[in-house]
């Protein structure tokens, strides 16, 4: 499957806790995103990378979160010091250029990292 | 900022019935999306709208880009239950920014 991955599926954790998440981009696709969601919403922008240069970050994102994708390939999300209103749905998206090296502009999501924080 | 603003939020009819889904904004985009989204996954693209008064159709669902490229709507004929989801409407930021910003969703439920 050639498809966006993200791991772990679903995470349980306590308020105050650290937490990261992973995700496998298309492999030829230069550009990865990070989007929150909550039930019924649509995603909020967290982030996005090309390659390896992150480019922008929500103003919404506190110093709790970071991201990074140090190869330009797989990311990781990392929250800190948890806590409740953390608990959402964590979507990772990817998109690069065509054979005419121009890009759709359509993103290809991943199913999601679901966060708990009890 | 550029705020993409949908309605209605959540919409609920009888399979056969038609319904049209609106995507507003304020700032012009230049190009609009719609991506669909079912429980458990991530959202899935539709369409992509890019010229002004653009109107495309798949199967029974028919996009439209308005002619100032502020906003577009979504219209469904005849409803089926394998239509329900979230519907979606995303945009590029102005400037060269590859941030796509999305509406807040609206969710239709299609009963038999």
């Known amino acids: 499957d050639t498809g966006v991955s993200q791991d772990p599926r679903h995470k349980i954790t306590k308020r105050g806790q650290n937490v990261t998440f992973r995700c496998d981009p298309i492999?030829?696709?230069?550009?990865l995103y990070w989007y929150r969601q909550t039930l019924g919403q649509g995603p909020e922008f967290l982030t996005y990378?090309?390659?390896?240069?992150?480019?922008?970050k929500s103003r919404l994102l506190s110093d709790r979160f970071s991201a990074e994708r140090p190869k330009g390939s797989f990311s990781t999300l990392e929250i800190q010091r948890t806590e409740q209103g953390d608990s959402a749905m964590y979507l990772c998206?990817?998109?690069?250029?065509?054979?005419?090296?121009?890009?759709?502009?359509?993103?290809?999501f991943g199913e999601g990292s679901r966060l708990t924080v009890l | 900022t550029q705020l993409l603003e949908q309605s209605p939020q959540f919409l609920s009819i009888q399979e056969g019935e038609n319904l049209t889904v609106y995507c507003n904004s304020s700032?012009?985009?230049?190009?609009l999306q719609w991506y669909r989204q079912e429980p458990g996954e991530g959202p899935v693209l539709l369409v992509t709208?890019?010229?002004?008064?653009e109107v495309k159709k798949l199967k029974r669902l028919t996009f439209q880009f308005g002619d100032a490229r502020k906003d577009s709507s979504l219209h469904i004929t005849a409803a089926q239950p394998g239509d329900t989801g979230l519907y979606l409407c995303?945009?590029?930021?102005?400037?060269?920014?590859?941030?796509?910003?999305f509406g807040q969703g609206t969710t239709l439920q299609v009963k038999p």
């Open positions: 709208v890019v010229t002004g008064g």
């Open positions: 998206a990817s998109s690069g250029v065509g054979l005419a090296g121009v890009s759709s502009g359509e993103l290809f």
């Open positions: 700032s012009v985009f230049s190009s």
């Open positions: 492999s030829e696709h230069n550009r």
């Open positions: 995303a945009g590029y930021g102005s400037g060269n920014t590859g941030k796509l910003i």
């Open positions: 990378f090309q390659n390896e240069a992150q480019l922008e």
